[in-house]
């Protein structure tokens, strides 16, 4: 790619385009020819079972790992040509939410929040501050959540102040890797509303992954489903809820349980709510809902 490509790749339709990707470790494939579009705009769920490969897209689409075959563009650039500085200017337009939404538990929630901004930007520390309060209110976090630690938050706290971590570059390409598991449902329907309002209030394109059907239902414009390697079905959920594939279909209808048993089991280690000690919550989240 040159800098003639430029102008052409920012009017794309497109926010990510996977290309006949393959990813292997060692013997193990893990995609095995893979291709899909998340558009502009878009909230687009990618399911599939444990160990299916969605992590590693997400890692691949960010830049932390590299498929072995094919190219994946992100607002036009194609990843593979991509170096320097041109790289991290993309970086730097993406948001995360790993899975497990993790926060230093070493920081407050404000430092946290301005980790992406001490990294990638030469802002002095009392604009970082003031930046990290505005972010603080955009995930709909009260003021005080700011000064605290992440072990004094609920499980939905650390979610909004991850998202907020997420936002703090203004990034316009969002991803999160399972950002209502752990919650309780109604933390999860919390999240997903402000996933919504984001979307619309900041003209987001959101990748999530989940296994959390009601979710899916709730903000998704289109699903990918990954099994065996392959995008198994792709579109929109009441495509997917009706379609012909027996396995497809059931995922959607009462398979819902079955998947987040076999699929998630709880006590997951590197999970809130699972493994290590649990969060403490607090009783009086009434901003939750
Ligand atoms: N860096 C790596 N080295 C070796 N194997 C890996 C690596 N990353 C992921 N895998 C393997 O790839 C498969 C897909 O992992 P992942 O993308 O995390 O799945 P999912 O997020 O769908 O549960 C798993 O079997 C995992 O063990
Ligand atoms: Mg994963």
Redesign the pocket.
């Known amino acids: 790619m040159n800098e003639f490509d430029r102008p052409q790749a920012d009017a794309s339709e497109n926010a990510v385009e996977v290309r006949d990707v393959v990813t292997r470790?060692?013997r193990?494939v893990?995609h095995d020819g893979i291709s899909f579009d998340i558009r502009r705009g878009e909230i687009f769920a990618l399911v599939?079972?444990?160990?299916?490969?969605?992590?590693?897209?997400m890692r691949e689409i960010l830049q932390l790992?590299r498929p072995t075959e094919g190219s994946i563009r992100v607002f036009g650039r194609d990843l593979q040509s991509l170096r320097g500085a041109d790289a991290l200017a993309l970086k730097t337009r993406l948001g995360v939410l790993f899975?497990g939404g993790a926060l230093f538990g070493s920081l407050t929630v404000l430092e946290n929040i301005g980790l992406p901004l001490r990294e990638h930007t030469t802002l002095d520390p009392k604009l970082i501050e003031q930046i990290g309060t505005l972010k603080i209110a955009l995930v709909g976090l009260p003021p005080e959540a700011g000064s605290k630690y992440p072990s004094e938050l609920s499980g939905g706290m650390i979610k909004r102040s991850a998202l907020a971590r997420a936002l703090a570059l203004d990034a316009e390409l969002l991803l999160l890797d399972e950002p209502t598991s752990g919650l309780d449902p109604a933390g999860a329907r919390a999240l997903d509303r402000l996933v919504l309002q984001l979307r619309r209030s900041l003209g987001l394109t959101v990748l999530v992954?989940t296994h959390d059907v009601e979710s899916i239902r709730l903000v998704a414009d289109r699903v990918g489903m990954?099994a065996g390697g392959k995008l198994l079905a792709l579109g929109p959920v009441a495509e997917l809820e009706n379609s012909a594939d027996p396995f497809v279909r059931g995922y959607f209808q009462g398979a819902a349980a079955t998947a987040s048993r076999t699929v998630h089991p709880p006590g997951r280690a590197g999970e809130p709510g699972g493994g290590g000690p649990a969060i403490p919550r607090r009783t009086d989240d009434l901003w939750e809902e």
């Open positions: 470790f060692g193990q893990v599939g079972g444990s160990g299916s490969g969605k992590s590693t897209l790992e899975q992954i990954l």
